[in-house]
């Protein structure tokens, strides 16, 4: 899991640089994953992206397709 989180978060900010923004504009995460369970890890994985404060997030359990584990959404600036 924490590889597909680590990989979504940097297609995230991929997809925001193309926008001229960042994670670091990011206002509100909504992270669908798969093992509520797991909402502890991807808090702390998310910190290594977001300089260690993570903006409001919305962590719901949820059922992924395509063997998905993790889902992202945001709202950013710019």
């Keep these: 899991r924490s590889g597909q989180v680590r990989q979504a978060l940097r297609?995230?900010?991929?997809?925001?640089?193309?926008?001229?923004?960042?994670?670091?504009?990011?206002?509100?995460?909504?992270?669908?994953?798969?093992?509520?369970?797991?909402?502890?890890?991807?808090?702390?994985?998310?910190?290594?992206?977001?300089?260690?404060?993570?903006?409001s997030m919305n962590i719901v359990g949820a059922d992924l397709q395509h063997n998905a584990e993790v889902e992202l959404s945001c709202i950013a600036g710019a």
């Design 11 to 55: 297609r995230l900010d991929a997809g925001l640089n193309r926008f001229d923004s960042s994670l670091q504009e990011v206002l509100r995460l909504d992270v669908f994953l798969d093992d509520i369970n797991f909402e502890d890890e991807f808090v702390a994985l998310s910190t290594e992206f977001f300089g260690g404060v993570p903006p």
